[in-house]
C-alpha cells in the first residue's frame, strides 16, 4: 500500500462531502441522560484496565457499538485533536463513519461511567465521556502508528496527545447527531490509575506492515476482524479489495489519503488500510466518477488517464457490491454489529 511515485496534491482540501446522516438523532433537552445513558454503556463495553492489556481491548472491540453509542454507527462525522479555539473548518480532522471510528479508534480508550454536558463556543451542545488511553498495545493494535510525524510538529506530538487524554467529546448539531468528536486533555485524571509514558519506536513509513509470523498488520484493520469468520464472502471481498489498491497506488490516492495527508488538508478521508477504504468507497467514486479528483498541485481537477479511471471504477464498484453482500449476509445471519443497508 505505500506509494512510491512522486508527491502530487491529488485531492483539495475537504475533497469528500459528508455523507447524509441516518441514523437515530438525540433529543437537545436528553442530552443529559443519553450522556449518563452513553457513559454507562462505554464503562460495560470497555472498563478500566491495564494500559497494555491486548484481552481487555479486544474484548472492548467486539463489544463496543451495542449500547447507547450505536445510534452514532451508521452515519460520518469528523474526528481529531479538540485544537481549542480553532474554528470547525480550522480543525485538522478524519473522517470516519462511526462504526469505524468506535471499533478502531474509540476502543483504543477505557471510560469508567463519568461523563458531562458542555455548550461549545458556536452554541451547539455536547458530552464529554471519561476516557484513558491503551498506550501499551502492541503496534498492530493501533489503526496506524499514531507516533508518525505529523506535518511540522515533533514525530511524538500526535502519540503525547492520545497518551494524555482523560476524555473523549462529542459535538452534536441542531439534528441531534454527532458531527465532531474529538480526544481532550481538558478532563480530570483522577480515575486514571497506574499510567507510565511508553517510547514508540522511529516510524518507518510503513502504514502496513508484517509482523514477524508473516500476519499483515494492523491486524485490526483486516476484514477478518471486522467480519464474521465464517462470513463467506471475505476472500473475495479480500482480493477485490488488493485489486483496488493498485489502482489507489497508480493513482497516487494514497499520498494524499493516508495520515501524513494533513500536511496537504484539513480535513482528511483515509484509505490506507482495507477497512479504512472500505468506509469510504461510495465518496472515492462519487469523485472519481465526477472528475473532481484527481487534482494537481494548483487543486485544479487533472484529468486521469482514461484506462487507469475505468480500473478505478470498476474495481471499486465491484469492491463495494461484495461489501454489500457481506453486509447482507452479517445482517441475514443476526450477527450483532451487522452494518445496515446504506441509505444515502
Given at each position: ?6 508527491l ?10 459528508l455523507?447524509?446522516a ?10 443529559e ?21 491486548t484481552?481487555?481491548?479486544?474484548a ?16 460520518t ?22 462504526d ?18 458542555f455548550t ?15 498506550n ?9 502508528p ?7 510538529n ?9 497518551e494524555?487524554?482523560n476524555?473523549?467529546?462529542f459535538?452534536?448539531d ?20 497506574p ?7 522511529t516510524?518507518?513509513?510503513?502504514w502496513?506492515?508484517r ?12 476484514f ?27 493513482a497516487?490516492?494514497t499520498?494524499c ?7 496537504k488538508m ?19 467514486l462519487?469523485?472519481?466518477?465526477s ?19 475505468t480500473?478505478?471504477?470498476?474495481d ?7 461489501l454489500?453482500?457481506?453486509d ?5 445471519n443476526?450477527?450483532?454489529k ?6 444515502n
Amino acid at each position: 500500500m505505500r506509494s512510491v511515485v512522486p508527491l502530487r496534491r491529488l485531492c483539495a482540501a475537504g475533497l469528500f462531502v459528508l455523507a447524509s446522516a441516518t441514523g437515530p438523532a438525540v433529543a437537545a433537552d436528553s442530552l443529559e441522560t443519553y450522556a449518563a445513558a452513553l457513559a454507562a454503556s462505554l464503562a460495560k463495553a470497555c472498563p478500566m484496565a491495564s494500559p497494555a492489556d491486548t484481552a481487555a481491548h479486544e474484548a472492548c472491540r467486539k463489544a463496543i457499538g451495542q449500547g447507547a453509542e450505536a445510534s452514532m454507527r451508521d452515519y460520518t462525522f469528523q474526528f481529531g485533536g479538540d485544537q481549542v479555539g480553532k474554528r470547525m473548518k480550522d480543525k485538522k480532522t478524519s473522517v470516519f463513519r462511526g462504526d469505524l471510528y468506535q471499533d478502531l479508534y474509540m476502543s483504543l480508550y477505557m471510560y469508567t461511567g463519568k461523563s458531562s454536558v458542555f455548550t461549545a463556543p458556536d452554541g451547539s451542545r455536547g458530552i464529554a465521556v471519561q476516557a484513558y488511553f491503551r498506550n501499551g498495545l502492541p503496534p498492530g493494535r493501533y489503526p496506524y502508528p499514531f507516533w508518525h510525524t505529523d506535518g511540522d510538529n515533533n514525530a511524538n506530538d500526535k502519540w503525547d496527545a492520545y497518551e494524555t487524554a482523560n476524555e473523549l467529546r462529542f459535538y452534536f448539531d441542531k439534528d441531534g447527531r454527532v458531527y465532531y468528536a474529538s480526544r481532550s486533555d481538558a478532563g480530570s485524571e483522577d480515575n486514571r490509575g497506574p499510567y507510565t509514558h511508553v517510547d514508540r519506536p522511529t516510524f518507518v513509513g510503513e502504514w502496513m506492515w508484517r509482523d514477524d509470523k508473516g500476519t499483515a498488520q494492523p491486524v485490526v484493520t483486516l476484514f477478518s476482524e471486522a467480519y464474521s469468520p465464517d462470513n463467506p464472502h471475505l476472500p473475495a471481498l479480500d482480493a477485490a479489495y488488493r485489486k483496488m489498491a493498485i489502482n489507489f497506488r497508480n493513482a497516487d490516492c494514497t499520498v494524499c489519503h493516508q495520515p501524513e495527508g494533513h500536511r496537504k488538508m484539513n480535513k482528511l478521508t483515509l484509505l490506507q488500510t482495507p477497512m479504512h477504504a472500505a468506509t469510504s468507497i461510495d465518496a472515492v467514486l462519487d469523485e472519481v466518477r465526477s472528475g473532481k479528483m484527481p487534482v494537481d498541485d494548483y487543486n485544479d481537477p487533472k484529468p486521469l488517464n482514461p484506462a487507469l479511471k475505468t480500473s478505478l471504477l470498476t474495481d471499486g464498484e465491484a469492491f463495494r457490491n461484495l461489501l454489500n453482500l457481506a453486509d447482507g449476509w452479517e445482517r441475514t445471519n443476526n450477527r450483532p454489529k451487522a452494518r445496515k443497508p446504506v441509505t444515502n
